[in-house]
């Protein structure tokens, strides 16, 4: 997995006969100044810019979202349910995984390295070019579970 720059999205999208455009740019950009374990839904991703003086539309936002996120570049997180969150796909050893309260929708990241492997492995016998790899654990939190047990 290869750490992206603006250039490198460039070249990749060229390769692929996209274009980069001011708005990915942007998307990228965004991601990467986000601090480790902060995930943005669409929604976020655009009242975010917004704020900041650059607004994209919404639908801007998810097709640039998920053509990243088919790229490799941003991986698709499924943390609540009907709502998908992305997060930048950073090269190991920053790869992590997700541990998600079903309740409360507390994400804790771990990292496990065993998972990762098993991944690259599988993809590797098969042929595939390993993108991305994540485990999502639901569980319910403490906190949740002291909150619906009888007293």
């Not at 950009?29 to 976020?44: I, K, M, P, R």
């Not at 053509?67 to 930048?88: F, N, P, S, T, W």
């Not at 595939?128 to 790899?133: R, S, V």
Request: glycine share 4%; with cysteine.
């Amino acid at each position: 997995m290869v750490a992206y720059t603006p250039l490198a999205l460039k070249a990749e999208l060229h390769e692929r006969g996209w274009r980069m455009t001011p708005q990915r740019e942007t998307l990228l950009n965004t991601f990467q100044h986000l601090s480790e374990g902060q995930h943005l839904s669409a929604e976020d991703l655009c009242e975010l810019l917004k704020a900041e003086g650059a607004p994209i539309g919404l639908s801007t936002i998810y097709r640039n979202l998920k053509l990243m996120a088919r790229m490799g570049i941003l991986r698709e997180l499924e943390l609540a349910e009907d709502q998908k969150r992305y997060e930048l796909n950073r090269p190991a050893p920053h790869h992590h995984h997700h541990l998600i309260c079903v309740r409360c929708n507390k994400t804790i990241e771990f990292k496990n390295d065993s998972v990762l492997k098993v991944g690259a492995k599988t993809a590797e016998k098969s042929g595939y070019q390993l993108l991305d790899c994540q485990l999502s654990i639901h569980a319910v939190c403490p906190a949740c579970q002291r909150s619906i047990l009888p007293v």
